[in-house]
């Protein structure tokens, strides 16, 4: 697969295309049917295939906001590549894109390809007055329209996905992607009050993930190819009155040195919030007490 990263002044079509737009954050199960179409269609039709995505969201943008993703977008370029798609397109999110009327975005990066492939909620152009409907009206090519999928009766989508991470419903956030929420990052040195007290924690470097809400939670651990399982936890650590946001995991029956080393994180289940204590001791009994919420959740699934 070639990856090509443009500025909308210097973009370069491959023509006859079957190719989907979107910014896909979260990458779940609706993003990954229209990525399956694409590629579906590609075969179909003998075409080449392509995703084009943003390198930032446009709302957060035109706030000048920071993003936190959910999906990093070396992920989705990883996954494009597992599906096997040919081009993987980022155009560079400038105020000449973010302005560009709808039908200059059509003319200048979808004209002449054979199929395009939306989500029905898909926007673009100045003010997203572009849409699905817009798209269809074009006679220079094919536009198919993934329609809502839901699950529970409630549509399937990046907010909703964003809605429950904040809200420590990891269990629903895996329903919606098709796995489970995780942060990849690189271990960085924290203060070794863990180590102390029994629990060896590692501090994960979050280069811009949305940190799920702030408590104790349930995790895996993937260190090199092996996973292990863990404890984990997102906040200040208001025991020792810290300021900072962290998350950090303890690995259970792991005995190594983790510094450097990139792990991924997985958030399986919250089991409750930060807590003050007014002790270290106390702070340790409650450690020992999630362990073993932890180990039992982990039998019990197990032998499913």
């Known amino acids: 697969m070639k990856t090509i990263h443009y500025k909308s002044s210097d973009y370069a079509k491959q023509s ?17 049917t229209l990525m399956n179409k694409t590629i579906e269609e590609g075969r179909k039709r003998g075409l080449k295939t392509a995703m084009l995505t943003f390198s930032d969201h446009i709302l957060s943008f035109l706030k000048k906001e920071p993003f936190s993703f959910i999906t990093s977008l070396k992920d989705k370029i990883l996954a494009a590549r597992k599906l096997g798609f040919d081009y993987f397109y980022v155009l560079d999110v400038s105020e000449k894109l973010v302005q560009m009327e709808p039908i200059d975005f059509i003319d200048r990066f979808l004209k002449n390809q054979a199929v395009v492939i939306v989500g029905f ?18 006679n220079s090519f094919e ?21 429950c991470t904040k809200g420590g419903n990891m269990e629903e956030v895996a329903a919606l992607m098709g796995k489970p929420y995780t942060i990849k990052g690189k271990v960085v040195p924290g ?11 590692a501090n994960i470097k979050n280069t811009g993930y949305l940190a799920p809400k702030q408590g104790v939670y349930i995790s895996t651990v993937k260190i090199g190819k092996r996973q292990y399982n863990g404890i984990s936890n997102v906040g200040k650590n208001p025991t020792f009155g810290d300021n900072q946001e962290t998350i950090e995991v303890y690995v259970m029956d792991f005995d190594g040195h983790l510094y450097g080393q990139h792990i991924e994180l997985s958030f399986l289940h919250y089991i409750r919030p930060e807590i003050k204590f007014s002790s270290v001791e106390e702070l340790i009994e409650k450690m020992k007490e999630d362990e073993i919420v932890s180990r039992n959740y982990f039998e019990e699934r197990n032998n499913l």
Do not use: W, Y
């Open 121 to 138: 909620d898909f926007t673009f152009g100045n003010r997203g007055k572009g849409n699905a409907s817009f798209l269809k009206e074009q």
């Open 191 to 201: 203060k070794n009050r863990g180590k102390a007290m029994g629990f060896p924690t």
């Open 16 to 32: 006859e295309l079957a190719i989907c737009l979107g910014f896909f954050d979260g990458l779940h199960i609706a993003h990954q």
């Open 143 to 163: 536009t198919i329209v993934i329609e809502e999928m839901d699950f529970e009766d409630e549509k399937i989508g990046t907010t909703r996905i964003r809605q």
